[in-house]
């Protein structure tokens, strides 16, 4: 695993970046790879590779989900994992979104990547072939070693929970 800063950062914060491995399956080579959108966007978009569906698209009906492929599949380096999030402008201008967000893709996993989608819209919503469906976040991990104990140490918070900090 190595990080390195972009040359273009030097006089900017700087960001960590990593190398992922990355193919393309056959229903995806017309597709662009996922790309951050703005220099500050957290996440790429990821499209749905539909070019094998009949139609090249899929209608998902109200409150019905469906599994959508990318077409890609990604070898994360250990100690990296990516986070599949929805699209806002899905979620708001159509009720579709992920259905198990996040979702998680583990270092040592070799399949397609593949998004969950459901529509929690009013009406059937249809995905074409090269549509941005989910936004992809590689972000890296922390291992936890548990450590039992008797009692935990004292917080200001406490026990409370569930709005206990307010509305």
């Known amino acids: 695993m190595s990080f390195h800063q972009d040359e273009a950062s030097q006089s900017k ?8 491995a990355v193919q393309v399956m056959a229903e ?36 019905q989900r469906a599994l959508v492929s990318t077409g890609l599949r990604i070898a994360l380096p250990p100690g990296f994992e990516a986070q599949v999030r929805p699209r806002s402008g899905l979620a708001i201008n159509a009720g579709v979104t992920v259905l198990n967000s996040p979702g998680t893709i583990d270092a040592d996993y070799r399949g397609t990547v593949k ?6 819209g009013e009406k059937p919503f249809v995905i074409h072939h090269g549509d941005r469906i989910a936004q992809l976040i590689i972000a890296p991990v922390s291992r936890a070693r548990w450590q039992a104990v008797t009692e935990l140490p004292e917080s200001t918070r406490g026990t409370g929970g569930f709005g206990s900090t307010g509305q």
Request: charged share 20%; proline share 8%; aromatic share 2%.
């Open 115 to 120: 998004i969950i989608l459901i529509n929690l």
């Open 13 to 20: 914060p700087s960001v960590a970046s990593v190398t992922v």
């Open 28 to 63: 995806a080579e017309d597709l662009p790879l996922p790309a951050y959108e703005t220099e500050q966007s957290v996440g790429m978009d990821l499209r749905a590779a539909l070019s094998d569906c009949e139609g090249g698209q899929i209608v998902i009906e109200p409150g």
